[in-house]
Each structure stands twice: as C-alpha cells, then as structure tokens.
C-alpha cells in the first residue's frame, strides 16, 4: 500500500496508527527540518518516564526500540520511500537513549538535544555507513541509535569533568 507521502496530513496520520507513531505524533509533518521537531516531540516522553523508576525508563527505551523498528520499516514500506524525512520515530529512540544515564536538569535536557541533533545531522562514522548501507526499519533506526550513544557518551563525559551539573 503506497500512500502519497508528500500529501500527508494530520488527519491521514490520525486514521492509521503505525504512520502516527512514525511521524512522531504528527511531528514529522514539519515543513522544515522534521528530525529536529520529531527530538522536540521526545522531551515530553522523557520527562515522563524520567521521573519514573529505572527500570520503568529501560522498558519503555526497549520497547521503543523493537516497537520502532516494526513502526519504521511498516511506515517507510507504506509510503514507498526508504528513510522518509518525516519518519522520526528514530529520533524519539535516539533521544531517549542520549538521556538515559543522565539525571534530570533543563541545562542536560538542552545539551542532550544539541548532541543528539549534531551526531544525527553530521553522521560520522559509523552512523554514516549504516545510514547508506543498512536498510529497512532497522537500518532507519540504528543511525539514530549510535548518534544517540555518541551523544550519550558527550554528555556522560561533561558530567565527570563536572561542566554539566
């Protein structure tokens, strides 16, 4: 089923589920720069399961993982176009896990967006090779996932050199 992917409104996504979830809850639908919007659309669920237990914050991050790769691939099969702009489940995963170790604070919900945005947008190696050569829901969102680890990795290391408080 191919659906016209430059025609999508709010409403198409409203009627089919997988492309709602896809487009990050409608984020996708941005005119410009739709990955910035849909890591915009992740604050709210990171601030919901950051409050929560751990493990509760692990279980969501799984889900979101396995969920994203079925949503991704489903949506990207759907629309006919591989890696679909507006495809931004990847960036609410790769958000999630930039913030995953970090503790609560304005300043790190900022950098952590930052970072993210940067690793996601530049794509150095790796992310760039699995960007060109893995495909499929999977390929759509491990780029993310490692430009989410990368981004990790910064502000873990600004938080042991005491600049992120």
Not at 73 to 90: F, N, P, Q, R, Y
């Amino acid at each position: 089923m191919n659906i016209e992917a430059d025609q999508l409104s709010l409403t198409d996504l409203l009627k089919n589920p997988v492309l709602f979830l896809a487009f990050g809850f409608g984020s996708g639908l941005a005119p410009k720069a739709p990955g910035t919007f849909g890591t915009l659309a992740a604050i709210p669920i990171y601030l919901l399961v950051s409050l929560g237990n751990p493990v509760v914050y692990g279980i969501v991050l799984v889900a979101t993982l396995v969920g994203g790769v079925f949503i991704c691939d489903k949506a990207s099969e759907m629309l006919g176009v591989h890696d679909h702009g507006g495809i931004v489940w990847d960036e609410i995963a790769g958000f999630l896990i930039t913030m995953m170790a970090v503790p609560f604070s304005w300043q790190a919900i900022a950098i952590g967006f930052v970072l993210f945005r940067l690793f996601d947008i530049w794509k150095p190696w790796p992310i760039s090779v699995i960007d060109k050569h893995v495909a499929g829901g999977f390929g759509i969102m491990l780029d993310d996932v490692i430009a989410g680890v990368f981004a990790l990795a910064c502000i873990s290391a600004l938080q042991a050199s005491m600049v992120l408080i």
